[in-house]
């Protein structure tokens, strides 16, 4: 136990360590790249070509192997980039501002799509592109929230101070997170409660459930792919003057 | 499947394009910053 924790401390400490990040991200990459290739393509070609067509939606429901995956992601995105933010807050690690700052133009692309594709869905099944439902709304207040951020840090020349104003943002904006995930239960939504339940049985059938799992998966491995990407950039534009990234 | 191109088709490939389009950024974005940075290192170690 003691050692299982030492060794998840040095991990922690190794994590702050840029040049370390920077080495073994390289390394990670490639293989990642394989498999959230892999996932996102049986994911979504399954779904989208070969699962079932539903009895009522018809083939139009297809949009789910995009859309839940991409939702699920942008709300993910911002709890790391929370626990980043009481990070930099609290002990000033310099990886958790390069973390959050490489996140929150992902994070803003995956909320973007979950909102598009929820509007190109929305148009032939509720017949509107939008409403200010509770989820559709909050949803779009997690977006301004990524644009936000992205706008505060790009307003600050200093990184330190950058680091600091953003953390405190993303704090603010974590309030929201709840919202979100509860907003199809608080309230009386016209988008329908989630689908897929960790605690009990799915409301989805087998057949266009297990792709949407893989579909959801892949999405997951592409944003730790594009996050990584992301952060030897950052980390890059950082340090270029320091020796280890001369001599790298 | 949805090979053909009716109403309703239309709508999932127009999704598929964007989440293929934004994908694609994610990935192509930090991946020339990166090599724009190289290469100013490169030249800066000439």
Redesign the interface.
């Given at each position: 136990m003691n050692r299982a924790f030492n060794s998840l401390k040095t991990f922690y400490h190794k994590l702050g360590s840029s040049p370390w990040f920077y080495r073994i991200s390289e390394i990670t990459i490639p293989y990642l790249a394989l498999f959230s290739f892999l996932f996102l393509s049986i994911g979504i070609v399954w779904g989208v070509f070969f699962s079932p067509t539903d009895f009522k939606q018809g083939d139009v429901y297809r949009i789910i192997y995009m859309h839940v995956p991409a939702a699920s992601v942008s709300q993910s995105i911002y709890y790391t980039m929370t626990v980043a933010a009481v990070v930099s807050i609290i002990w000033r690690m310099k990886m958790a501002g390069i973390f959050i700052k490489s996140m929150a133009p992902i994070g803003a692309s995956f909320t973007f799509l979950a909102l598009i594709s929820g509007s190109i869905w929305g148009q032939p099944t509720w017949g509107t592109w939008w409403i200010w439902d509770a989820r559709l709304t909050s949803t779009l207040v997690l977006f301004i929230f990524y644009i936000a951020i992205i706008s505060l840090y790009s307003s600050f020349s200093e990184k330190k101070s950058a680091d600091q104003a953003v953390s405190i943002l993303t704090l603010v904006g974590a309030v929201n997170l709840p919202i979100i995930k509860k907003s199809v239960d608080w309230w009386n939504t016209l988008h329908q409660p989630a689908s897929i339940k960790f605690t009990e049985s799915s409301s989805i059938s087998p057949e266009m459930l297990y792709p949407l799992i893989i579909s959801i998966f892949g999405f997951y491995l592409v944003v730790l792919l594009s996050g990584l990407m992301a952060m030897r950039a950052e980390i890059a534009k950082r340090e270029i003057n320091k020796e280890w990234f001369k001599n790298y | 499947?949805?090979?053909d191109f009716?109403?309703?088709?239309l709508?999932?490939w127009?999704?598929?394009l964007?989440?293929i389009a934004?994908?694609s950024?994610?990935?192509i974005?930090?991946?020339v910053?990166?090599n724009k940075?190289?290469k100013?290192?490169k030249i800066?170690?000439n």
């Open positions: - | 499947m949805i090979y009716n109403d309703y088709n709508h999932v127009l999704v598929l964007i989440t934004l994908i950024l994610n990935l974005v930090p991946k910053r990166l940075l190289n100013l290192k800066d170690k």
